[in-house]
């Protein structure tokens, strides 16, 4: 008797322990979801923090899109008034003075000094040698004294000889010259004349200064040019307000 009663007592403390130990699936249920919930609840905010950066970066993305779009129908418009000036001083030719001693030639308001391409460059390169460097830092000390208020064309022309040793840089000489002028302009503007008086560009072979049927006529063609205009008039006044002027051709023929 004894023993049996040690025995049941025995038992019924095992399925004590047992009960106290082991929990009910409902509650493990839960407290699953429950860790659950706080793992998608730390996710949410992660992800609405990111969320929230990313609206920003795509505010400001737009902001910059729409101030460079601004920017660049401004640039436009400059160059469209500009080119528009040029072709207007070339069909209405005046009386070309004779060029300086410094080298400068002028047509009524307009003034430009003709740097010699084979100075500045190798045969079929648009990389500045180092003696052109040295003139173009005499060009700038010019702009900077006589031209301050001007404003400054770099045009790059060339002769009409097709591109034959560096035809794998170049489509042709009009980019051969347009890569020449951006080649001058930036070292301008290295050399400290600011970027917003300046403009770019390359006509190739289209407007010689001489004939293209000898060697001397090739050679004085092969140029850029640094133009000075005058400056544009104010923002809101338009081109054609502007009051008329003598336009010579900027490239004499």
């Given at each position: ?41 730390t996710?949410?905010q992660?992800l ?79 990389d500045?040698?180092s ?88 050679a ?34």
């Amino acid at each position: 008797m004894r023993m049996s009663r040690w025995m049941v007592l025995g038992v019924s403390g095992l399925l004590l322990t047992w009960n106290v130990g082991c929990k009910n699936p409902d509650q493990v249920q839960i407290e699953t979801m429950q860790g659950r919930i706080a793992e998608l609840q730390t996710e949410n905010q992660r992800l609405s923090e990111e969320n929230q950066g990313l609206r920003e970066r795509l505010a400001r993305a737009i902001s910059e899109r729409d101030a460079a779009i601004a920017r660049a129908n401004s640039l436009q418009q400059q160059v469209n008034d500009l080119m528009s000036q040029l072709a207007a001083a070339r069909a209405m030719p005046a009386p070309i003075e004779q060029p300086r001693s410094d080298g400068w030639e002028r047509a009524g308001v307009y003034e430009w000094l003709p740097l010699d391409a084979d100075f500045l460059f190798d045969s079929g390169r648009a990389d500045l040698k180092s003696e052109g460097r040295a003139r173009l830092q005499e060009v700038v000390s010019t702009l900077n004294s006589r031209y301050g208020d001007k404003q400054v064309w770099v045009l790059g022309h060339t002769d009409t000889d097709p591109i034959r040793a560096t035809r794998n840089l170049w489509k042709d000489n009009l980019d051969l010259s347009a890569n020449r002028a951006m080649t001058v302009y930036r070292e301008l503007m290295n050399m400290g004349i600011r970027p917003e008086r300046m403009i770019a560009g390359g006509q190739g072979e289209f407007f010689p200064r001489a004939s293209n049927a000898n060697r001397a006529g090739k050679a004085q063609n092969r140029r850029v040019e640094i133009i000075v205009v005058p400056p544009r008039p104010a923002t809101g006044t338009s081109a054609s307000a502007a009051p008329a002027r003598e336009s010579p051709s900027l490239s004499s023929e």
